[in-house]
């Protein structure tokens, strides 16, 4: 057992085999809610406390990222960064995105609308649920401004190997976009070899919605602007004589244009102390091994896996065909199992609270469902 289940509400009286859809919320996390209503209570100090909760959550997610916090903003959520991306390159016709058809619709949607500049949306087809770097690389030529990828696949499980990834885009001269929130928090994020990474907060990070994390890599885009403007958004307010000239900040807080969620704020950084307590490493050991366990018992099971079986090719995720999924999920979770169905296919996913016992118990309920 890596961490207590006693420090999660709602882990007594069921095996949560789910991180990828939702997580549990930490005990604690109640605490960091009373201190952000308390806070909020307070007038402006109470606002100087929201500055220092936010700047230490940023903090924490720059060590998260392994890069400075000044890179990081906070955003309402991933397909809110993919968005703000898409607006904030200037593009050319002729230019082109590439992206997998795997990919999760907030990674492929925001791209489309380029269309009309001109700008060619281009898919990478899975070869048996996989998408190799070979593969993505396949289709860049000189007019790709964006590559975007999962760190981790929300349906297939496939974790990308981000350091030949990066190596292949950035030989082309395009820019690298990661989407990592099936990553960030059970597995590290090296979001230096990125341009962009973005993740939800309230998967495996622990957090809640309302948050998100998103890394701007500012020496390799210095210039870039914020396509979202607000009162958030300038390094000083130049007041109502001049209420149209402003500087953007030099960090990435100008693509934040207003208040983010402070509650979600103090929730996030309550849960990132939390998991840097526990180690991304060490975590990532203990999920490997409790996912090799379900990948193991499924192929016992002869059931068509979609995920990897190389562990620096997968993270938390595991992944196997299944036609009926949400039957199959319901069956499971009248017995007190939490699994993940859609796209027809089902989503196993193995956290720091989970045990093997939980594992087994899956595996075991799983040998008697007529569904599968
Ligand atoms: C890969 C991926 N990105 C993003 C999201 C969610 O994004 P958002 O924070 O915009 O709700 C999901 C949700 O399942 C996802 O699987």
Same mark, same amino acid.
């Given at each position: 057992?890596?961490?207590?289940?006693?420090?999660?509400?709602?882990?007594?009286?069921?095996?949560?085999?789910?991180?990828?859809?939702?997580?549990?919320?930490?005990?604690?996390?109640?605490?960091?809610?009373?201190?952000?209503? =308390?806070?909020?209570?307070?007038?402006?100090?109470?606002?100087?406390?929201?500055?220092?909760?936010?700047?230490?959550?940023?903090?924490?997610?720059?060590?998260?990222?392994?890069?400075?916090?000044?890179?990081?903003?906070?955003?309402?959520?991933?397909?809110?960064?993919?968005?703000?991306?898409?607006?904030?390159?200037?593009?050319?016709?002729?230019?082109?995105?590439?992206?997998?058809?795997?990919?999760?619709?907030?990674?492929v949607l925001?791209?489309?609308?380029?269309?009309? %500049?001109?700008?060619?949306?281009?898919?990478?087809?899975?070869?048996?649920?996989?998408?190799?770097?070979?593969?993505?690389?396949?289709?860049?030529?000189?007019?790709?401004?964006?590559?975007?990828?999962?760190?981790?696949?929300?349906?297939?499980?496939?974790?990308?190997?981000?350091?030949?990834?990066?190596?292949?885009?950035?030989?082309?001269?395009?820019?690298?976009?990661?989407?990592?929130?099936?990553?960030?928090?059970?597995?590290?994020?090296?979001?230096?070899?990125?341009?962009?990474?973005?993740?939800?907060?309230?998967?495996?990070?622990?957090?809640?919605?309302?948050?998100?994390?998103?890394?701007?890599?500012?020496?390799? %885009?210095?210039?870039?602007?914020?396509p979202f403007?607000?009162?958030?958004?300038?390094?000083t307010l130049?007041?109502?004589?001049?209420?149209?000239?402003?500087?953007?900040?030099?960090?990435?807080?100008?693509?934040?244009?207003?208040?983010?969620?402070?509650?979600?704020?103090?929730? =996030?950084?309550?849960? %990132?102390?939390?998991?840097?307590?526990?180690?991304?490493?060490?975590?990532?050991?203990?999920?490997?091994?409790?996912?090799?366990?379900?990948?193991?018992?499924?192929?016992?099971?002869?059931?068509?896996?979609?995920?990897?079986?190389?562990?620096?090719?997968?993270?938390?995720?595991?992944?196997?065909?299944?036609?009926?999924?949400?039957?199959?999920?319901?069956?499971?979770?009248?017995?007190?199992?939490?699994?993940?169905?859609?796209?027809?296919?089902?989503?196993?996913?193995?956290?720091?609270?989970?045990?093997?016992?939980?594992?087994?118990?899956?595996?075991?309920? =799983?040998?008697?469902?007529?569904?599968?």
């Amino acid at each position: 057992m890596l961490v207590p289940k006693d420090d999660f509400i709602g882990l007594d009286d069921q095996v949560h085999l789910c991180a990828g859809g939702e997580t549990p919320a930490l005990k604690s996390h109640q605490d960091a809610v009373a201190r952000f209503f =308390l806070d909020k209570a307070r007038g402006e100090d109470g606002r100087d406390q929201f500055e220092e909760t936010y700047l230490k959550c940023k903090e924490r997610a720059g060590r998260l990222f392994n890069v400075s916090p000044e890179e990081i903003a906070f955003l309402s959520s991933t397909s809110e960064g993919v968005n703000l991306l898409a607006h904030a390159l200037d593009w050319e016709p002729g230019d082109n995105v590439v992206v997998a058809d795997v990919e999760f619709p907030s990674d492929v949607l925001p791209w489309t609308r380029l269309e009309r %500049l001109g700008v060619e949306l281009r898919l990478v087809r899975h070869r048996e649920w996989q998408v190799s770097v070979a593969d993505l690389e396949s289709r860049i030529d000189s007019r790709t401004r964006v590559v975007a990828v999962s760190l981790v696949s929300f349906l297939t499980g496939q974790r990308q190997l981000l350091h030949e990834l990066s190596r292949a885009v950035r030989s082309s001269g395009a820019l690298l976009s990661v989407d990592a929130t099936h990553a960030a928090g059970a597995v590290p994020v090296e979001a230096g070899l990125a341009d962009f990474v973005m993740s939800s907060c309230y998967k495996w990070l622990l957090g809640a919605h309302g948050v998100s994390v998103f890394y701007w890599n500012r020496s390799r %885009l210095p210039d870039l602007k914020p396509p979202f403007l607000g009162w958030h958004t300038p390094a000083t307010l130049t007041g109502w004589r001049h209420p149209t000239r402003y500087e953007p900040r030099p960090d990435a807080a100008r693509f934040e244009p207003g208040n983010p969620s402070w509650i979600s704020v103090y929730i =996030l950084e309550n849960a %990132l102390g939390y998991l840097s307590r526990v180690g991304v490493p060490e975590i990532e050991s203990y999920v490997l091994e409790l996912s090799e366990r379900v990948l193991h018992g499924l192929a016992e099971l002869g059931l068509e896996i979609m995920t990897p079986s190389r562990p620096q090719e997968r993270a938390g995720n595991v992944c196997f065909v299944a036609p009926r999924e949400k039957a199959v999920m319901r069956w499971l979770d009248e017995r007190g199992i939490l699994i993940w169905g859609d796209s027809q296919r089902i989503r196993v996913s193995t956290h720091l609270y989970n045990t093997a016992d939980d594992v087994e118990a899956f595996l075991e309920t =799983l040998k008697r469902c007529p569904l599968v």
